[in-house]
């Protein structure tokens, strides 16, 4: 027999002579390698957005970020619909594309849908090169009656019948239009940052509104091509320049207040520094699981080094080199963790549909093409093969043959083995409790986020979504059928809604009489007949609109009036206009909009996500329809039936829109919360089985170290120790690292938990209770581990322990 | 002080039983010094470990200062032996992660008493079998004569009324073997019941009676003329 063929059949032996050990050993180095496998696969696919694009790390999107008090400080990704043509004026050769989503609905016969479509300039499809089907995308848009559509539209309208030069009748902002198909592309991919099916493209003179060239508006996505980072860096100061040519001049936009960057196209995603940080965090889950792992790996081995120590002296007398010791030990430590990892991505296989689920992800593992998982698994086997084997190889191998083989006991790992070992059970511990700890803080402010007062009623309010789709005539009537149901309380109209604002108009909005640098960025939010008391506001100083008082009501403003008119403010604009008190504002005149009376003070309403601060808001009233509305329901009853009915009802009487609406919650649901839920869905799973994977070592340290200590503990029950003396000896010992193990995790969960509810702006206290509890549930673990394995050694005979040998 | 009457103990595995004792009638009045002998494998440490309750009887009664213990329940066990008991094993036993003094202290470890007279006991003790010096080192570091007389000290130190010594000498030398009798004879000298298996006649000799055992049965039980 060869050398390696013995050192695999000592393996193999090793393996089923001590069945228990080789379970929890592979079985927890599997549990580990299927977490990172996952989060992994998570991460990868988080962090390589638009990254499939042949030219994605040249594109870049022109971001522009405004520097005014009270106005939020991110960069927004968006810029005036005709910027590129201005930048063409001055800089001809510099190329660049636009991207427009617009509100679309398809025409078949008397049935319409909507669809995402998006206006582009016809060239496009020349920098996104997305893969074509049919047609040739970067020629055919130069026809201004001409679309190019992803695979699902062809089949969805056309069928298998050919879709190019079939026609689609499309009505885009009221105004219909019939495009014929030049080309079809391959579906997008989901991990591409836009989701238009429908390309049309961007003619002026169709499309161009008031906007269109007012410096200062944000419409649309820009895109330039860059060769090189360095070029595009260059040219963000050839922005600078150009906004002091042209933008400035215009007098809509300050020096100073306002800037131009260029943003690489494969940063976009996860752009948001909350985003990012979520993504980092499931990474680090991931790669501390896989460590607790390798720890087991490490602690069980080295524990059990002693078993093996004859092996190695007969296989030194033998004339094994050390080398070729430390050779076989390592090739056990890979083949061990190849045999994990093949158990692994069966696990992660079988629980991708539930952590796809749990995550709201469509993730999957490929094994060819060039996301396939075999090389990473590849690189990983080795790598933890090559951590997790490389210490116990060394200890085993430094064993002196004839110390071994004269003594009658086997040798343990030594004073230092068993020290390592308890750092590294210290180590498992404190992640798992700081794991834990955020586990419980993450669940709390999700809890808290879904039953948090948001300063209206959250409950029975229904949204309808594409009210402003509706021609402006038709949107009374919609709204009286909806009030004339049975079980509906209220109707109103507003530009936002919780969770919905299409348009969001803010200005600078000061005291009258004060400086304008005093005031703050202010939002202007037009609604309409019975806003607050549909959505239940608060009033908290002055009085409502009410239709009796001709000024509360802007529709009946003469065009250009200097008149002052009546506004409702929230609570946070009383406070941010540095009024004492609530009531201190009312009856007093704001300026930066023409000029405002304030009636009232609302409570405020947090209409978005509750990362989001709530901004200053001045509300006026109009009984005329006003652009981008939505309408909205209060209703009694069950939510489900009502949104049956509000669609029923819709298909009555706006028949020529889609009908798209959803309840309050649902939409809060969809819009802000089901990100950071998924996230903590996705942390927590990590977590639980970071935990039980610790478990599973602990397990098996306890089994290996109470065996060791059987003789021990017969010794003492000889001296009169009764079954609670051992059991609180053995138990306690194990106790020791959990609590250092919460010296250690503490500071960290509570510095690493601060930070992440920073995040947010509507969050609970960090509170106390969750270590304590945290702490108490560990130890509790812990024991109840240890416990089986105590309790049968500090039950037994103690002549049978000292037979033990 | 000790009765046994028709104390037996089988041990089962899954094919066969295996009598290790039949049918065992012991009395050791307080005071006594017996030891018991015979050849290899005849139950003469499965008898001592039954009259040291780390062993339970399969059948029969075992009365410890007018109470039979046959059936109690282990935590009454437990208080027994740390309360009246006193243990010395051929291989010392003594734990390896433990200094000597550490070791000894064991003894006292699960009984309550004031911290300082604990101290006292351990040290009087160790001074007893001559340890004292080598109190700071581990068993590993010290010969086998020491290692005896450190597990002689831990047996001691709760001062217990019976004694039980399973072949106490047999991993010493002539000399080391003589000292730990020397010590286990004054004890006796000072009231304590003392119950040894040998397989040494001249230390059985020392002893005030001498048991013998074969195949889980006592022979005779000699008196020695005093």
């Known amino acids: 027999m060869s050398s390696s063929a013995s050192a695999l059949v000592s393996f193999y032996r090793a393996l089923t002579r001590h069945r228990l050990f080789a379970l929890l050993n592979i079985g927890g180095l599997a549990l580990g390698i299927a977490v990172f496998l996952l989060l992994f696969l998570y991460v990868r696919f988080e962090t390589g957005y638009d990254r499939f694009l042949p030219d994605a790390d040249k594109l870049y999107i022109v971001q522009e970020r405004y520097f005014t008090p009270g106005y939020r400080k991110e960069a927004n990704p968006y810029t005036m619909g005709a910027f590129l043509d201005h930048l063409h004026g001055d800089y001809p050769d510099v190329k660049g594309t636009r991207y427009w989503e617009q509100n679309a609905t398809i025409h078949q016969g008397s049935n319409v849908t909507d669809e995402h479509l998006t206006v582009v300039d016809p060239n496009f499809f020349t920098l996104f090169r997305l893969p074509a089907i049919s047609g040739d995308p970067t020629k055919v848009l130069g026809d201004p009656d001409t679309a190019v559509v992803t695979e699902r539209i062809a089949r969805k309208y056309f069928g298998t019948v050919p879709a190019i030069g079939r026609t689609l009748t499309i009505t885009i902002d009221g105004k219909t239009f019939t495009y014929r198909v030049g080309a079809v592309i391959a579906d997008l991919p989901d991990d591409f940052s836009f989701s238009a099916d429908i390309f049309i493209p961007l003619v002026r003179a169709r499309f161009a509104n008031e906007w269109f060239d007012h410096w200062g508006s944000t419409s649309l996505a820009t895109f330039l091509l860059f060769p090189d980072a360095a070029a595009a860096k260059a040219f963000e100061g050839e922005l600078a320049r150009f906004a002091e040519r042209h933008v400035f001049p215009d007098g809509n936009i300050k020096k100073g207040q306002w800037q131009q960057s260029l943003r690489p196209l494969v940063d976009n995603h996860l752009y948001d520094p909350a985003d990012r940080s979520a993504v980092t965090t499931l990474g680090i889950v991931g790669l501390l699981t896989l460590l607790i792992a390798i720890v087991n790996y490490v602690n069980l081995a080295t524990a059990r080094a002693g078993l093996r120590a004859r092996e190695v002296a007969i296989r030194k007398v033998l004339g094994g080199t050390r080398t070729a010791l430390l050779r076989q030990f390592m090739l056990e430590a890979t083949a061990t963790v190849a045999l994990a990892a093949l158990i692994g991505l069966a696990i992660a296989e079988l629980a991708l549909p539930l952590v796809n689920a749990a995550g709201g992800m469509s993730l999957a593992i490929r094994y060819a093409g060039p996301e396939s998982i075999l090389w990473p698994l590849v690189l990983m086997v080795v790598v933890v093969g090559g951590v997790a084997g490389i210490y116990p190889a060394l200890v085993l191998t430094r064993f002196r043959p004839a110390a071994v083989l004269a003594s009658a006991r086997a040798p343990g790992g030594g004073r230092a083995g068993a020290r390592l070992r308890a750092a590294l059970v210290v180590g498992q511990f404190a992640i798992a409790i700081a794991f834990g700890i955020s586990t419980v803080t993450m669940l709390a402010q999700a809890a808290h986020v879904r039953a948090a007062d948001l300063g209206f009623r959250r409950d029975g309010l229904f949204i309808l979504s594409k009210y402003a789709w509706v021609d402006e005539d038709q949107q009374p009537g919609v709204l009286r059928a909806y009030a004339a149901l049975p079980g509906v309380t209220a109707v109103t109209s507003a530009q936002n809604a919780p969770g919905d604002q299409m348009m969001t108009n803010t200005s600078n909005i000061y005291r009258a009489g004060l400086d304008e640098s005093r005031g703050r960025s202010t939002m202007d939010v037009v609604v309409g007949d019975a806003y607050f008391p549909t959505v239940g506001a608060r009033l908290i100083a002055g009085r409502l609109f009410d239709t009796a008082h001709p000024a509360d009501d802007t529709a009946l403003r003469q065009k250009g009036s200097k008149a002052p008119y009546n506004v409702v403010i929230n609570r946070t604009a009383a406070a941010n206009l540095g009024f004492a008190s609530p009531a201190a504002a009312i009856g007093q005149s704001l300026a930066g909009n023409g000029t405002m009376t304030i009636i009232g003070v609302v409570d405020d309403l947090r209409f978005r996500g509750p990362r989001e601060p709530v901004a200053s808001v001045e509300y006026r009233y109009s009984s005329k329809p006003f652009g981008s509305p939505y309408g909205m329901v209060r209703y009694t009853g069950d939510p489900a039936a009502f949104r049956d009915i509000a669609e029923a009802t819709w298909k009555r009487v706006a028949p020529a829109v889609p009908f798209a609406g959803r309840t309050v919650e649902e939409n809060l649901y969809q819009r802000y919360y089901k990100t950071d839920k998924q996230r903590a869905n996705l942390f927590t799973i990590g977590a639980v089985l970071a935990v039980l994977i610790g478990c599973i070592g602990l397990y098996g340290l306890a089994a290996f170290d109470t065996a060791r200590r059987i003789k021990e503990i017969g010794i003492r029950k000889t001296l009169g120790a009764s079954t609670q003396d051992v059991l609180r000896l053995l138990i306690g010992q194990f106790m020791r690292p959990v609590v250092l193990a919460n010296i250690v995790a503490w500071p960290v969960a509570f510095v690493a938990m601060r930070r992440w509810l920073g995040g947010f702006d509507d969050r609970i206290a960090l509170s106390p209770l969750f270590f304590v509890a945290v702490a108490l549930v560990a130890a509790a673990i812990a024991a109840a581990t240890v416990f089986a394995q105590a309790w049968r050694v500090a039950r037994a005979e103690p002549a049978r322990a000292l037979r033990y040998e | ?226």
């Open chain 2, 1 to 226: 002080m000790i009765q046994l009457q028709d104390v037996s103990r089988t041990y089962a595995s899954d094919e066969v039983e295996t009598t290790a004792l039949g049918g065992i009638d012991l009395h050791v009045e307080g005071g006594e010094f017996v030891a018991i002998m015979g050849p290899s494998g005849c139950g003469k440490s499965t008898l001592l470990n039954i009259l040291g309750t780390i062993d339970r009887p399969s059948g029969g009664r075992y009365v410890f200062e007018g109470e039979d213990i046959a059936r109690a329940p282990e935590a009454e066990l437990a208080k027994l032996r740390r309360d009246r008991l006193g243990f010395v094993f051929q291989s010392f036993n003594l734990i390896d992660e433990l200094t000597i003094a550490e070791n000894v202290a064991l003894g006292l470890a699960y009984r309550s008493m004031p911290a300082r007279e604990k101290k006292d006991r351990i040290a009087a003790a160790m001074d007893r079998v001559g340890i004292a010096h080598r109190q700071r080192h581990h068993p590993h570091q010290l010969s086998g004569g020491q290692q005896q007389r450190a597990a002689i000290a831990r047996a001691i130190v709760g001062e217990p009324r019976l004694i039980l010594a399973d072949e106490p000498t047999g991993n010493l030398d002539t000399a080391n073997g003589a000292q730990v009798m020397e010590i286990l004879q004054q004890l006796n000298a000072e009231g304590a019941t003392i119950v040894m298996v040998t397989h040494s006649p001249a230390h059985a000799d020392i002893a005030k009676r001498t048991v013998h055992m074969l195949d889980g049965r006592i022979l005779a039980s000699a008196r020695l003329a005093a």
